[in-house]
């Protein structure tokens, strides 16, 4: 007889971290597991604003997938998945066979959100995946590179806007801030020239976040040499700059290179054609089955699960889709072995810390809050637990001997 097959859409927190508990949990004869993911490693997405500003060995937060899940136990394969049928049970693959599953778990994160202003995705750089956080870090070094053989000594400016002062935002230009000195050095460039203007739409940076704790990082960010523009929209971007929208009128700003952390949805290439997803997240039941589909679950940043004390969706974060990875992989066991009654997704979130930089960093763990030196060891425990968790020890100490040191 033929064993259940499950299969495993995305290999980033959400899905591997699945394949990590599925392994644990289940008896080979229990059931077949198939992982599917576009690259064969795994990323830290929450540090891919440090690859991307080139203060972070890509290698430090990029794991071969064949050295965290058993290979005897799961099957990983390298594609990208194009397309669900859900009534037929099968998962479409770029390259391979069409993959037919008895349980499904879609974990394919999240793409940048554009809200439909012009020039987006054509003209500006975005941090949604390890090769994009690479482009970035080379367009930065070859902008400097430019700018010394042309403008060296001149009074034109390196400019680098930044749109969106979300956690993304804030954590990006701290890190453009520490890695520019050393670029200037190395270019013999005057730091005078060279700008970093972060884009807000609302009042404050970090809307969501503690006011104190917002200015607090406003102006440890403002000591680095960042430059706000609050209240003011990003309206366009073109091939050569941007153009910025405020209660004074719109602005020009260019020549400018445009980095777009304005904010994501889920991955709208397969979620919204095969299920009623908005903006490529797909509402979760509270075991995190997708309505109508006892045999489907959805989670990670391409799910959509309501906070019931709010009646809002859960904002998309890797603390979110680690825990639902746990209860994703409980609740596949369950069924697996004949249960009905499945376990509900319920949270209890510790926190969250933005860093600023290698040195400063701001938040709120288990209520308190948190800033400077204090919030810098709450950011590498919470990095290190997750290394933990995926790997144990043996991780932790791989990952750690990978240099994350300032580079130019
Ligand atoms: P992802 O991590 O996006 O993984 C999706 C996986 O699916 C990827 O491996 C991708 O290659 C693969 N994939 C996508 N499409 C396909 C396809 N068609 N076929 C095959 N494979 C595919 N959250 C926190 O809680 N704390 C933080 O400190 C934090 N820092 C962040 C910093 C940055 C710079 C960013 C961008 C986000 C940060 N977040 C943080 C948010 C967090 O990273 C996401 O919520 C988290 O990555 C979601 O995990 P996921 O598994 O759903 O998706
Ligand atoms: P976000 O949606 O949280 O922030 C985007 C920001 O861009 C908002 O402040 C918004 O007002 C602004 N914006 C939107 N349109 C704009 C425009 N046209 N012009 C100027 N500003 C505009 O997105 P994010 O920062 O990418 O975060 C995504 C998710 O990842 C969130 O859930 C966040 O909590 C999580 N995250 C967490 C951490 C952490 O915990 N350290 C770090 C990064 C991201």
Partial sequence: ?????????????AGILTVARLQKLLRKEEAEILLVNKHDYHYLTTWLHEVAAGTCDENRITIPIGSVIDTDRVNFIKDTVVEVQKEN????????????????????????????????????????????ARDIRSKIESRFADFAKNHKGSQEKLTFLVGGAGFTGIEFVAELAERFPLLCEEHGIDPKQVQIINVEGAPRILANFDPSLADYAKASLERM????????????????????LSEQGEERIAPATVIWTGGIQGNTVVCDSAFEA??????????LRVKAYENVFVIGD???????????????????????????????????????????FEPFLKGAVASLGKHDAVGVVFGVKVRGKLAVMMKSLIDLRYLYILGGIKLILAKSSTSCALQT
């Fill in 278 to 287: 908005s903006y490529g997240r797909i509402p979760a039941e509270e075991d």
């Fill in 302 to 344: 391409c799910s959509s699960f309501v906070d019931k004390r709010t009646g809002r969706p859960y904002p998309p974060t890797a603390q979110i889709a680690i825990l639902q990875s746990q209860t994703c992989a409980n609740n596949i066991v369950n069924l697996l072995r004949g249960g009905k009654k499945l376990e509900a």
């Fill in 225 to 244: 040499g960042v430059q706000f523009r609050l209240s003011t929209r990003i309206k366009a971007v073109d091939p050569d700059g941007v153009t910025l």
């Fill in 89 to 132: 049970q099968r998962v479409l693959l770029a390259h391979g066979e069409a993959l037919s599953y008895d349980y499904l778990v879609v974990a394919l994160g999240y793409e940048p959100a554009t809200f439909g202003i012009p020039g987006i995705l054509e003209h500006s750089l975005t941090i949604r995946s390890m090769n994009s």
């Fill in 1 to 13: 007889q033929q064993k259940p097959r499950v299969v495993v859409l995305g290999s980033g927190y």
